[in-house]
């Protein structure tokens, strides 16, 4: 299977820590790949790197072959690439579709003639915009579906994080970053979630997702394969099965000697 991200050496320096340490890394087109390891490994800042929110120290990114490593966050998305954040980042006095449609930015027309004279054009557009909307959530919750009006801090925590996946998989991105999309849920909110991502998988088996999570029990279920950080550097990579009976990962991750 192909790479559809590769990272070679990459560095990330902040004064005197080193976030990531000369880090290579290929993501295949179309897996579930978990990123693991314990707190301030460099998960977070592997996303933010790639994403062009913090410029790599030294190393190169390639997405489809091409040189991303000094991308603006903005040419990041328009080659196909689309995130969530460990923190909700919903804009909750506006509608489900609002905060949705945040996330559709690059297919939509922002031109002045467009927006006060092709009226028509704008409405067909609308349209369109509302159809994908209520596609996307209805993969979650069918019931979500049909509360795109309703603003977005009057929904639950889960179908709040439902929002913030399906902002961004309306933009259509060929690789989904979803960074602990199960924080603060329960136990059976984090099944239910699980779920969703499945059901995308099996809906956009073209999609290539990486998924940050500390519950063991979710990454065996979805991922195909896992790597782990420590202090920036991959520890290991493989299996579920395979990283778990790994001796240094039980060590680093999993607290035991």
Known sequence: MS??????????RFRGLTALDDLDLDIRRGEILGLLGPNGSGKTTFFNVVTGVYKAS????EFESQDISKSSPQAVYRAGIARTFQRSRLCLPLTIFDNIMIGNARHLDHGLWFNLVRRKQLRRQFEACWAEAHDLLTIFNKALGTRLLQ????VSMIDRRRIEVCRALVSRPK????????AGMTHEETNELMDDILAIRKRMPELTI???EHGMSVIERITDRCVVLN????????????IARNADVQQAYLGTS
């Open 175 to 182: 690789l989904l970053l979803l960074d602990e999309p199960s």
């Open 58 to 61: 030294g190393g190169r990114i």
């Open 151 to 154: 603003a977005a801090g009057s």
């Open 210 to 212: 990486v998924i940050i």
């Open 231 to 242: 202090y920036g550097r991959k520890l290991c990579e493989g299996t579920y099965g395979e």
């Open 3 to 12: 790479a559809l991200l590769s990272c070679h050496g990459l560095v990330m």
